[in-house]
């Protein structure tokens, strides 16, 4: 069955270091989004994706992040100046449809920022 | 904005007894409504989502407009439940397909 694969699963980095998660979604896929879920909180939206470009995006997604698809088969969620509480779990998420209610998840990357 | 509210952060049962993961949420039209969940070390997935109105795993929820209610229950919880269950909403009208979840209940069932 096909999954979302995220790396790294695991990444430590020191305060103001850029960062760059990857995934790669589903093949058939055309909707991605990225998901984060700091330690004993909700899931939060960040960011929506699709024809290359930001469909939604919330108010967590400043200017510190961006998204880019590439290439045909990597989606890339890049932190350009870490700050402490950017630690946490990050999400990929696949969806074949915009409104299908099912998006398919990686296993996440957890982001360590010292 | 769409918000789901889940009370428990913690929900802890013996073998046998019933289960209910309590989901609020707040919007009074039509929302479309899902459980995700998580088992130890895999990812998050879909249980169940209340348009199908089907029953997984023995789990059934039910959406309760007037109370903006959408619980998840099982009357007969097994160990291998034992997981987080995140309640999520989309659909909303003027807001986003996008799922908007809750922060989780972790179901611990005991032997």
């Known amino acids: 069955e096909p999954e979302v694969t995220q790396t790294p699963s695991h990444q430590v980095t020191q305060m103001g270091q850029e960062v760059i998660l990857r995934c790669v979604p589903i093949s058939n896929h055309l909707y991605f989004y990225w998901y984060r879920q700091i330690l004993g909180q909700k899931v939060e939206f960040l960011v929506s994706f699709y024809n290359n470009e930001i469909s939604e995006k919330s108010e967590i997604f400043d200017d510190q992040f961006s998204v880019e698809r590439p290439d045909g088969s990597n989606f890339t969620l890049k932190i350009r100046s870490t700050k402490l509480e950017d630690s946490a779990m990050y999400f990929c998420?696949?969806?074949?449809?915009?409104?299908?209610?099912?998006?398919?998840f990686g296993e996440g990357s957890r982001l360590t920022v010292l | 904005a769409q918000r789901v509210t889940q009370p428990e952060k913690l929900l802890s049962v013996f073998k046998g007894a019933p289960v209910e993961l309590k989901c609020n949420y707040s919007?009074?039209?039509?929302?479309?409504l899902f459980w995700y969940v998580q088992y130890s070390r895999q990812r998050l997935q879909l249980l169940l989502r209340?348009?199908s109105r089907e029953s997984i795993k023995g789990f059934t929820a039910d959406l309760n407009k007037g109370e903006t209610s959408f619980h998840l229950k099982k009357p007969f919880a097994q160990e291998e439940d034992s997981a987080m269950y995140y309640c999520?909403?989309?659909?909303?009208?003027?807001?986003?397909?996008?799922?908007?979840f809750g922060r989780g209940t972790s179901l611990i069932v005991h032997p």
């Open positions: 998420a696949s969806s074949s449809g915009p409104n299908t209610g099912e998006l398919f």
């Open positions: 209340h348009i």
């Open positions: 999520a909403l989309s659909g909303v009208p003027g807001g986003s397909y996008i799922p908007t």
């Open positions: 919007y009074s039209g039509s929302p479309e």
